[in-house]
């Protein structure tokens, strides 16, 4: 009885790293005779792929352990629709950034304008004369009458 547990595979046509492990560790647990074959028949590979692994990993070219970070990840069609939409918002978004941007950066020179104009104004804005304390402005004299 070939008893074997079959790895689970993403795609159909690359194995990551991970999965050829798992293939050739649960090949090397066939001991019947044509498990091993059967095993490579049940995956759909054939047997000489399952032995260039095995060589592959023994000789180090295929490491033992998965790093992460070097793993074979391919997007299935949902990611692949999810980082579409991510992309197309992210080009909006990038948009928006630099229209605010430049508004900011405009609202900056208006604001020196601003202060600027100000301060010219005040320099040369001539300056009123105060009237004396204390003098109501009735008792004041008008100007062009004279007092008799």
Same mark, same amino acid.
């Given at each position: ?6 790895? $689970? /595979?993403?795609?159909? +046509?690359?194995?990551?790293? =991970? %999965?050829?492990? *798992?293939?050739? @560790? ?17 995956i ?5 792929? $399952? /032995?260039?692994?095995? +060589?592959?990993?023994?000789? =180090? %070219?295929?490491? *033992?352990?998965? @790093? ?16 579409q ?6 080009e ?9 941007e ?30 004396e ?16």
């Amino acid at each position: 009885m070939m008893d074997f547990v079959i790895p $689970v /595979r993403q795609s159909n +046509r690359h194995f990551t790293i =991970g %999965e050829k492990n *798992a293939i050739l @560790d649960e090949h090397e647990k066939c001991l019947e005779r044509g498990s091993k074959m059967a095993l490579a028949r049940a995956i759909g590979i054939r047997a000489a792929t $399952v /032995r260039e692994w095995a +060589r592959a990993r023994e000789s =180090g %070219e295929l490491p *033992a352990v998965v @790093d992460p970070i070097k793993e074979d990840q391919r997007l299935n069609a949902g990611d692949k629709r999810q980082l579409q939409r991510v992309l197309k918002e992210n080009e909006i978004l990038k948009a928006k950034l630099a229209r605010s941007e430049a508004a900011v950066d405009i609202l900056g020179k208006a604001s020196a304008l601003l202060e600027a104009m100000a301060k010219s104004a005040a320099a040369t804005e001539p300056q009123v004369e105060e009237q004396e304390p204390g003098r109501p402005e009735w008792l004041m004299p008008k100007p062009g009458k004279t007092s008799s």
